[in-house]
């Protein structure tokens, strides 16, 4: 059974530190790596993604990624209460398939 | 509009009726993906079209639920015989190129009374 694991949380941080969401996945084949930020109601925005070991960062987010530690994280710097929303990993496993697996969500509440 | 459209946004059906619902992809994106999110759950692959290949069905939870894809472009998931568990929210995504980024669109809410 492939999974995705993740801290269904909330996860709550005060306005402008780094929130830190972390993500463990079975597959040591897996070879594409998502996050995805869901504001309650709305569906998935995809917000990163990450394909080799390392660091990854666009703007306030970093991605990081350690395949032989079959985890993947995401840190967000000096968040804002409007990051305030569950964020989902994905992880994309080996073979001819092209579907994700999702983890069931962090919440992440960012207090003003 | 560029991004992934999905109709009707809500649906509500009596137990036993068929429902379909569509969604538009982006345009060019070859990759067609349907999922559905129950409350509290994480997402649930159910099916997905490439190109002209043949559908994975793999994740399609009975028999009751079938989808197409007309033209390579939209699509449409037909639930059967609706159930009370078929309540959730069917979501659609596409992607192109080779790293399978998928887009989501906003999502069918389906509530079977």
């Known amino acids: 059974q492939k999974e995705v694991e993740q801290n269904s949380g909330p996860l709550s941080v005060p306005e402008g530190a780094i929130a830190s969401l972390n993500c463990t996945y079975s597959?040591?084949?897996?070879?594409?790596f998502f996050w995805y930020r869901q504001y309650s109601g709305k569906s998935p925005e995809l917000i990163m993604s990450i394909y080799s070991n390392g660091d990854k960062e666009d703007g306030r987010f970093t991605a990081q990624l350690n395949k032989a530690s079959q985890y993947v994280s995401l840190l967000i710097r000096d968040s804002q209460p409007s990051d305030s929303a569950t964020y989902l990993c994905?992880?994309?496993?080996?073979?001819?398939?092209?579907?994700?697996?999702f983890g069931t969500g962090t919440l992440l509440a960012v207090q003003p | 509009g560029a991004g992934v459209s999905q109709s009707p946004s809500n649906k509500v059906t009596e137990k036993g009726k068929d429902v379909e619902l569509r969604c538009d992809p982006i345009s060019g994106h070859t990759a067609l993906y349907w999922y559905r999110q129950s409350l509290g759950q994480g997402l649930e692959f159910l099916i997905y079209f490439q190109g002209n290949s043949a559908p994975d069905k793999s994740g399609l939870p009975s028999d009751r639920f079938s989808a197409e894809r007309t033209g390579g472009s939209v699509s449409t998931l037909t639930i059967q015989r609706t159930q009370q568990e078929d309540s959730a929210v069917y979501l659609c995504a596409s992607s192109a190129g080779t790293y399978n980024e998928q887009f989501f669109g906003p999502g069918t809410r389906l509530t079977v009374l």
């Open positions: 994905a992880v994309k496993y080996g073979g001819a398939t092209n579907k994700l697996i």
């Open positions: 597959d040591r084949v897996s070879q594409s």
